[in-house]
């Protein structure tokens, strides 16, 4: 009953086999290897597009190469205030783009507001030297909350981002999950929706250590190999990341992982919903539920050995905190979830309500 | 005969087996699991000394979080012109210290001299507002030759180093190739011998990708958790590193992966020391052999299929220089080579010659 | 009629005169000169503490140098959202410490409310590797509005921040304009308040480019020679600095000129409050006026010639917001401004009304 | 008698009569006050060609800023390896670009050779991504030996540069009195010769504090506002170094001061020379005298308190280093240095020999 993180499993079979049969014979390194060759053809397949791929081992790696690439170290990158990459890596953004701002932004269940975008666009003109320079948008799709930004709304706020002259990064660590959810294709959430670079996560759908930086014009990854190699993050025997990546795409392994994922949640939440005085402050939509738990349910699942974090209030609003003996907690599920876990913990949570 | 890299090669099976194992059941993320304690646990005893242990992917991280650990943004590191962190890591050093400065020494065959070592201390006086200061001394063991510093000759720089105020690194990425060679325990050459940091390198070695920054004094280590998390080296998924590591150490095996790539080596350099026209401009004492080929040869080679890298002269003093039909070359050999191997480009080389 | 800025105005004659009286002989460079060395002594005369000084040429400078001696570069400065360091220096505190993320704070007036602070203390709980660590409070007095801290505000912030092991920076731009209009010595204002290195500017009141950073713990500032000639902050003909910063001080010489600067405040402040129409949103308090004038006013001051700037809504409550006819300002007196200067836009002011 | 640098004197006359008269009335802020523009406007002129140009107070900051224009963080910047901004200014280069390398040439009396040019392209392929880039050459003119390239050294050097993709970078600490020296315009010296940006120093020729950086290419300089800005080096009462500036140019004065003290060395050169012992290792060509003296010598002149910088070897050849009982120095004249003062020290010099 571990439903702390998509990363507390480890990874599908499918791609330990992958990289089993990879590791036959002599290869080239740094990624020259017919591996990761293979990896970025299919992506390229994959999102019906040109572009330049960047094998990297971490989320957080993904995404700082990529704001580095849109961000000039006097940037603005406008991102929500609960964003990964504002208040989970430890600072990686400012020190990849050599100390850019992040400016915090509002909006409601983890998704950036068009107001709170116009106004930021509003508040930090282009060329007035005293301030930081609007350089780039991040938008997380899933969102911190498991929530996710429809194709309208993407496109609303890449709108204002190509007319402010902003580049526009997508922290997609649950873009499989996302485009299950919306039931539509990488294309359409992607650069048809007016991203630029992509960091998409395969860690948490899957594999061991995989996420690739996508560039869908070429002509603005020309840093990139210099800006990966002085972080330390061109492996050597790079075939290892090429297999993960390669075995992730094919047959639609990535979407059948998220697609358990996501369904394992949607289960949890149902199950969830129809215990008296268990509250959801807003729709499950991928593989994460967020959830409002009477304390006697919390101290029984605990006891019983469930994993999960303690979520404090983090977007909810003030109708919505959790009460005295009330606590607000996040559910994870992943590739590795079973029915017998989600059961499991449901009995657990009927039997102390 | 592919003898461009120790990385050339996969892994070896027991790690590969490691990692599967490895995958089962649900740990916690970032470093926190059984795994990557245990590797930590092993490494103190092999090192015979307490020591905070950082996992990462890359050797060209550990190399850079070790000397941000020792070295201000406004401190000179002390290294071999020819060291990979001056000449191989595009800069990396400098990007993960904030812009501290690798002073190059001078030394015949890839090992920093006792007089370059003693004029450099000397031109960096502590204080003198104008210069960078003098910070820390970083060895290669082995070094870019393939060489090796006796137990001694690493007493007499670190000795100076410490005089001078220094913190030492080592950038260990054929450490155990390293202390194959000179029968030496680990101890004796890191900590024993004046080492501070260690950048331990097992991917050469027959690991995925698995290196690890080892800091002999922890209360030196206080940063290293956000250096590497903002650095995007925290592996969410942390027991592959930690079950590459842990397997790599049990039993030997990372000495016995070393001795075996050192033993084809050995048999490499007899073979083609035998070859009239061959020269070697130094003895082989790692798993690298430094050669001067006739052109004859050379060709016979790369038509056999051979793979090695061109070296230029480097390393050469003008004597030992390639002459009009001749050509220097590395040759290296791992774990995954085999006397098939070593035996078939003798061969074709003994034919050439 | 020039309110736009402290910094539109030149020198005070007695700094003019004592840059001449400088001139004469040769002196050391990189501020070894007796003038540089007087101002020291003087500083910590006035403060009545030992201090380490450095001498730059802008606040930019003094902040971010004073900032990065205490914060990492994973380090949060907590500050108010308007402070200057936060919103008019274009990043020099990122760049400066490599990195560091300003955490904005709310609060009424300029002012960084205690709520606020707790709740980012708590926000930001050291250890937790995956935050920026919390590192340091930055204060300014005066504040962006033209508001001070009482004492006990001071005393109140700054026992959070010691309780959170923060260091304390206070951004003193307006320092010598806010102990005038406190009625307390240098000493209540700073060390004996809690702050921890200072920037105190003498631009803003009078001097032609001279602002120092006081470390009120020499320990700390051990860095700071190296961190301010790397900056290309150490003036070769360091005399020139040290003259300004001796002649600032002596005699009470910066206190009487922000004391003049004060009372054109307060003659301004005075005079608009009987104007009908114009609004005070908040009391003036040093030698800033920010008020709400009528359209029609505006209209016929702008007409006058006078120079002042639009300052939108900046730290207005809802409430307090100009209306359709009515434009936000903020006026600003100097050393250099006149009876007649006030006297004219006033009557300007009241001939419109 | 104080020959240690050209920073020991004050300002000249009409310099500071210029700040007395530039301090009345009221002016906008941070650059945009007609003494700067004009500055801008006398820059173009002086130069025949159009430019941005960007005023500072410090060398340092001029020669960073330039060099951050060129090279990014991955880049290698080519310079002499006694250039003051590789041994003299404490990683501001490195601080400014964010971490580029800074590759050390050699060259005989501080010039960088052909040769050295040559290999060092060689030795940075472009595109080779484990290396740094190859990024800008930097030149000073006159070198920290004194001496100066011909206008035929500096166009060999640039057309290398030019076709490796490099930007070129002159460090014109003492442009005055190169230009002086060579009998040329300073076009001829400088874009003429191939240079992009240029450091123009006021400061060592009679000014206070004032650098300009020149940038002949304005659609180089869109990033410099933001760099300057955010690096603390953007006066808020700019007026201060377009007076200094503007100034410095009008009616030559510029070139008036540093004939003087070319002339001045000269005289101190020819004096030497006379005297039986004396060595000079080059020839003087600017306001800088590099020679070997004997000790009696020596002692006298610091009896009779002469002050100057012992240079150890710097420069020199083995044949060249000073034997027993000598010493290498070095003697620097300014605008400020009188007759009398050659002469007494001449008089000192032949009494002791």
Do not use: I, V
């Given at each position: 009953m571990d439903f702390a993180s998509d990363n507390s499993g480890g990874a599908s079979r499918k791609i330990l086999e992958a990289l089993v049969t990879a590791n036959a014979g002599s290869t080239p390194g740094y990624g020259a290897d017919d591996y990761s060759l293979a990896a970025s053809r299919k992506l390229a397949e994959v999102f019906e597009h040109d572009c330049s791929v960047f094998l990297v081992s971490t989320g957080t790696a993904a995404n700082a190469l990529a704001l580095s690439t849109l961000t000039p170290p006097w940037g603005a990158v406008f991102c929500h205030e609960d964003a990964h990459i504002n208040d989970d890596e430890c600072g990686a953004p400012e020190f990849f783009t050599a100390g850019a701002k992040l400016v915090s932004l509002k909006g409601a269940q983890g998704k950036i507001s068009l107001a709170a975008l116009e106004d930021a666009v509003e508040r930090f003109p282009p060329g007035l030297v005293k301030q930081v320079q609007p350089a780039s948008l991040s938008l997380s799709?899933?969102?911190?909350?498991?929530t996710l930004y429809s194709l309208d709304e993407l496109q609303n706020l890449t709108a204002i981002a190509r007319h402010a002259g902003l580049g526009v990064h997508m922290d997609g660590a649950r873009f499989a999950n996302a485009i299950e959810s919306l039931n539509c294709t990488p294309a359409q959430m992607s650069w048809k929706a007016g991203v630029d670079v992509l960091s998409l996560g395969a860690t948490k759908d899957g594999a061991l250590a995989c996420e690739a930086v996508i560039v869908?014009?070429?002509?603005?990854?020309?840093?990139l190999p210099f800006r990966r190699k002085r972080a330390g993050?061109?492996?050597?025997?790079g075939r290892f990341l090429g297999a993960q990546m390669s075995a992730w795409l094919d047959d639609d392994h990535w979407r059948e992982l998220a697609r358990h994922a996501n369904s394992m949640a949607a289960r949890l939440a149902m199950g969830l919903t129809e215990i008296p005085g268990v509250r959801m402050p807003w729709p499950r939509q991928v593989n994460e539920v967020f959830t409002v738990l009477p304390g006697d349910i919390d101290r029984a699942l605990r006891a019983a050995g469930a994993r999960y974090y303690?979520?404090?209030?983090?977007?909810?609003?003030a109708m919505q905190a959790p009460g005295a003996d009330e606590v607000f907690v996040r559910l994870v599920t992943s590739f590795a979830t079973t029915q017998d876990d989600v059961g499991q913990f449901l009995k657990v949570a009927r039997s102390a309500a």
């Open positions: 799709q899933a969102t911190e909350c498991g869908f014009d070429p002509a603005r990854a020309a840093e993050h061109t492996l050597s025997k303690d979520w404090g209030a983090r977007g909810l609003t």
